[in-house]
């Protein structure tokens, strides 16, 4: 079975910093990228940033370009685990942050984590 677990959001004011993980566990093949997505109230889920495994190579959204960073990725033996780490925090950020992995074979993130809540006053 299949686990993805967030964890480390939180209420932070402008400009502070958090930084969230993500653990992903159960896959019976390889991952071939893990993303973080957010979804604000009202709004469409979106893509925040996501790491290829395959190449290392990372991508960011613009509206968080130089402030988040992917950081401590690792996998081993199929557990996988990224961190998002988030400084320069605005009151726009805030939102539930999600995990996803995307597993060999398919073409779109298919296991998800619960989610964990982001919260930035102004």
């Known amino acids: 079975q299949v686990q993805v677990v967030e964890s480390g959001g939180g209420l932070v004011q402008t400009g502070g910093s958090l930084r969230l993980s993500c653990a992903a566990s159960?896959?019976?093949?390889?991952?071939?990228?893990m993303g973080w997505f957010r979804q604000a109230p009202g709004m469409e889920r979106e893509l925040v940033a996501f790491l290829r495994w395959t190449d290392g190579a990372a991508y960011y959204a613009d509206s968080v370009k130089g402030r988040f960073n992917i950081a401590n990725f690792s996998r081993e033996i199929r557990v996988y685990t990224i961190d998002l780490q988030m400084n320069s925090l605005k009151p726009e950020d805030t939102a539930v942050y999600y995990c996803?992995?995307?597993?060999?074979?398919?073409?779109?993130?298919?296991?998800w984590g619960q989610g964990t809540q982001v919260a930035v006053s102004s």
């Open positions: 159960g896959l019976t093949v390889d991952a071939v990228a």
């Open positions: 996803a992995v995307q597993s060999t074979g398919t073409d779109s993130y298919n296991y």
